[in-house]
């Protein structure tokens, strides 16, 4: 089977999918990950299948065109300073998980339609992002990245932190504005987002695939 490291490389953001249902055993799988998300991050992360009701604004054709985007993650929590980081943290580990059991995915952060009768929030609770899932129907393509100088800081950095800064370079981004830089000091990382819209949460994406290729847990960052 996949890994997750090997995943990222695979990952391609899909906004056209096939019109057929997810397996049963998939969906299975999915809502252990989100189970697990939810507990460890305190998030209420939620899967919508087959919603025939939602659709997309109408936005600019570069990032505002989908096909049969039924099935999707609600990505939420309780409102808190570190909400957005931690939904691009999960969202990225379900994305990837997706990836493994054959699916696409594709984050929407403005785009969607609020189908708000297909999920539940609690009073305390933001909605941040959609995380669109199915299958794909094979005419997504890989977008470019920056080079690894444009973000990456620290002298005599070790491999599993160049490792880690190339996988972030392959992570998704809001409009793939890549505004994120990770700075290698004394063994650790520090990483810090720009300026532009969502780059809290981008950057709790780009966390999620540097800790996954690097090898290292949480306790990395600064």
């Not at 999918?17 to 809502?31: A, M």
Request: neutral net charge; aromatic residues 10%; contains cysteine.
């Amino acid at each position: 089977m996949m890994t997750l490291k090997e995943a990222i490389s695979k990952r391609h953001s899909v906004r056209r999918y096939l019109d057929v249902p997810i397996e049963e055993e998939k969906v299975q799988r999915l809502n252990e990950i989100i189970d697990v998300l939810n507990k460890s991050l305190d998030l209420h992360i939620q899967l919508v299948l087959n919603d025939r009701a939602v659709s997309t604004k109408n936005g600019k054709p570069k990032y505002g065109s989908f096909e049969n985007a039924y099935n999707y993650f609600v990505l939420a929590g309780k409102k808190c300073k570190d909400l957005n980081e931690k939904l691009g943290y999960a969202g990225e580990c379900l994305a990837l998980n997706a990836v493994i059991l054959g699916l696409g995915t594709c984050f929407v952060g403005m785009s969607y339609t609020n189908n708000k009768d297909k999920y539940v929030l609690e009073k305390d609770e933001s909605l941040d992002l959609m995380l669109y899932v199915g299958y794909s129907n094979g005419t997504e393509h890989a977008r470019k990245s920056k080079p690894y100088e444009d973000v990456a800081k620290g002298e005599n950095a070790p491999a599993w932190f160049i490792d880690g800064v190339e996988a972030a370079l392959l992570a998704p981004t809001a409009m793939n504005q890549q505004k994120f830089t990770l700075e290698y000091i004394d063994g650790r990382v520090k990483a810090k987002y720009g300026l532009g819209v969502f780059t809290k949460t981008d950057l709790g994406i780009v966390k999620y695939n540097f800790e996954i290729a690097s090898g290292k847990d949480s306790s990395i960052w600064y």
